[in-house]
């Protein structure tokens, strides 16, 4: 049976990064040589409707019309049959293992873990002030009200977490520090045995190559984010029905 681990976050968290390092794996399928902008599954479907003004940069994630959940309009046979075929194409279906990435999951994810139960969610977060100041040559918004829609974005994920039962969130810069012991903990997540790989030299945060003024508020401290673009110390979120498999992957990405 194939298995679908969904990426998802806001734009500019190392989504696309993320998943390119996920897939390199031997029993994992990615998208790959779409036409979609970075491969990104959401334009490769047509069940959910995926607009101009769906998805956009620092809008969609607290768009309450975008925050699709178990029996909203989209939870449907229909809709999941006609997701399978529009996807299909892009994936290798000796692999059992379909990894799609797109921001706007960050918000679909209770909705596919109804369509495919036995999906799996991986969430990747970035400093708000580094996110609001990648994203400002795409849209208008002072700084504030762009970390605003980062606070709210990740409080209204943080409500969901309660109804996954495989979920995993990680912080783009644990990514770029170490990214072979974060991508080996998501293979163990997914229940694989990490391989190898050689593709992870020269990655980098790059958080200082923004600016980031200071006053955040206190709302980020539960991330380990501070102003000025601190970074602290914090504890992967890890949901997974197996407590060996949850413990196992605490222990790895927490490098305990």
Known sequence: MRRYLFIGGLHRSGTSLLAR??????????ISGSPAPENEGCYLQGAIPHTALHGRPMHFATDP?????????????????????????????SRPWRVEKSPVNLTRMRLYQQLFPMSQF?????????????????????PTALTDHWIAAHG????????FHAICVIRYEDLCRDPTRTIAGIHQFMGLEPTPDSDTAGIRAGNADYAHP??????????????????KPWSPIVRHPLRS???????????R
């Open 21 to 30: 390092l996920v897939g390199n794996h031997p029993d994992i399928s990615s």
């Open 65 to 93: 019309d975008q925050h699709h959940i178990e029996g909203c309009c989209h939870d449907t046979l229909h809709v999941r049959e006609r997701i399978e075929a529009d996807w299909g194409q892009w994936f290798d279906p």
């Open 122 to 142: 991986l969430v990747i977060t970035r400093h708000p002030e580094i996110v609001a100041a990648a994203v400002a040559k795409w849209v208008d918004g002072t």
């Open 156 to 163: 209204q994920m943080c409500g969901d977490l309660p109804y």
């Open 214 to 231: 200071s006053g955040l508020s206190d709302a980020v401290n539960c991330w380990g984010y501070g102003p000025g673009g601190q970074v």
């Open 245 to 255: 498999i949850r413990e196992q992957v605490v222990h790895t990405l927490s490098g």
